[in-house]
Antibody, heavy 120, light 109 residues
Framework: EVQLVESGGGLVQPGGSLRLSCAASGFTFSSYEMNWVRQAPGKGLEWVSY????????YYADSVKGRFTISRDNAKNSLYLQMNSLRAEDTAVYYCAREITIFGVALDYWGQGTLVTVSS | QSVLTQPPSASGTPGQRVTISCSGS????????VNWYQQLPGTAPKLLIY???QRPSGVPDRFSGSKSGTSASLAISGLQSEDEADYYCAAWDDSLCWVFGGGTKLTVL
């Protein structure tokens, strides 16, 4: 069974940093591209970042570029999101999501999410 | 402001057929496949439709998707109370990012 479990969320002051983790199990993690997607309270889904299966290709949303860093450790079946210079507008539930390619691309499995609150 | 445009709300009575639209552009829906997600209150999004019209195993055939040009639709037939949820469309954009619709809140009356 595919499982994605996020951790590392919490309350942080504006300008602070936080590192999110996503532990993957039930599939060959090193074979899949991964993404982070966030959802502000009461709002819709917003894509944050993408990383290829090897980690060699990375993309970011403009809203986080230069502040967030996505990475992965295939030996530990883990995905990470280092978040620096956090702002109030970064407050959201952060989901990690697996990406598949089958007649197109889709985010097929999502974790339960971890809440990040940026407030003084 | 979401890149893909969805109506904020939709509603129907049990047994009815409801459709939700999703409008994009040539760089996303026009050149890539569309996926649909169902998000029940307090839970993570669940893949409902992929590749425009394909259902993952376990998704009832009451749910169907279609795409034409730069628009897509999700149809739910035989509406049930448990279908009450938020629905999102999504597509890869050629500018190298995922884009989502703003979400449609479906109410079963």
């Amino acid at each position: 069974e595919v499982q994605l479990v996020e951790s590392g969320g919490g309350l942080v002051q504006p300008g602070g940093s936080l590192r999110l983790s996503c532990a993957a199990s039930g599939f060959t993690f090193s074979s899949y591209e991964m993404n982070w997607v966030r959802q502000a309270p009461g709002k819709g889904l917003e894509w944050v970042s993408y990383i290829s299966s090897s980690g060699s290709t990375i993309y970011y949303a403009d809203s986080v570029k230069g502040r967030f860093t996505i990475s992965r450790d295939n030996a530990k079946n883990s995905l990470y999101l280092q978040m620096n210079s956090l702002r109030a507008e970064d407050t959201a539930v952060y989901y990690c999501a697996r990406e598949i390619t089958i007649f197109g691309v889709a985010l097929d499995y999502w974790g339960q999410g971890t809440l990040v609150t940026v407030s003084s | 402001q979401s890149v893909l445009t969805q109506p904020p709300s939709a509603s129907g009575t049990p047994g009815q057929r409801v459709t939700i639209s999703c409008s994009g552009s040539s760089s996303n829906i026009g050149s890539n496949t569309v996926n649909w997600y169902q998000q029940l209150p307090g839970t993570a999004p669940k893949l409902l439709i992929y590749s425009n019209n394909q259902r993952p195993s376990g998704v009832p055939d009451r749910f169907s998707g279609s795409k034409s040009g730069t628009s897509a639709s999700l149809a739910i037939s035989g509406l049930q109370s448990e279908d009450e949820a938020d629905y999102y469309c999504a597509a890869w954009d050629d500018s190298l990012c995922w884009v989502f619709g703003g979400g449609t809140k479906l109410t079963v009356l």
